[in-house]
């Protein structure tokens, strides 16, 4: 598919841990003949450690703070961006994305998140360590809503299918 006009510049991905962002960004970038941004691999590159690490090391809410610190520096022009999935935490870090471009959350149920996030279970995730993976996903879910421009089920069918309702959704939105 051919990078389009009637699509935005940034387009930015949020969601659970699971979700996708990662995946379906780089397949979406690959469509839309944007760069991809990966922000959890941002993070890593400026800390020098794995998410993980530097949860254990500072806490959830110092990584939280090192994810608002990056995602205010970064260029998101004409860009994918696979934020990690504390971003809706901070108004600024919203703001900034909804500025840049759409916000496309990719939705997914629960028991499909936690099949995923098993199957790699050092994530990194900024959350409270007395938080299950259930409290997290309804503590977060309605502000995935809140800041979402577009929702997209992250569970129908492969990557790249949800990375063409994607393109397909915004070509609505856009119009």
């Known amino acids: 598919m051919a990078p389009s006009s009637s699509l935005p ?16 960004g ?11 941004t990966d922000t959890d691999l941002a993070i890593q ?33 004409h860009a994918v961006i696979s934020t990690g999935g504390s971003v809706v935490y901070s108004p600024a870090i919203m703001q900034r994305l909804k500025q840049a ?11 499909t998140l936690s099949q995923r996030v098993a199957a790699a279970p050092m994530r990194g995730i900024a959350s409270d360590s ?26 129908a069918g492969s990557a790249d299918s949800v990375a063409s309702a994607i393109v397909d959704d915004l070509r609505q939105y856009s119009q």
């Open 9 to 24: 510049k940034t387009i930015n991905l949020i969601g659970m841990p699971g979700a996708g962002k990662s995946t379906v």
């Open 130 to 155: 007395k938080q299950s993976f259930a409290d997290i996903y309804r503590e977060r879910t309605p502000l995935y809503e809140r800041y979402a421009d577009l929702t997209v089920d992250a569970t």
């Open 101 to 111: 471009g759409p916000v496309v959350y990719l939705q997914a149920d629960l028991d």
């Open 45 to 77: 590159l400026r800390e020098g450690e794995t998410l993980q690490e530097t949860l254990e090391r500072q806490g959830h809410l110092r990584l939280r703070q090192i994810e608002e610190e990056v995602l205010l520096e970064i260029d998101l022009a």
């Open 26 to 36: 780089i397949i979406l970038a690959k469509m839309t003949g944007l760069a991809f």
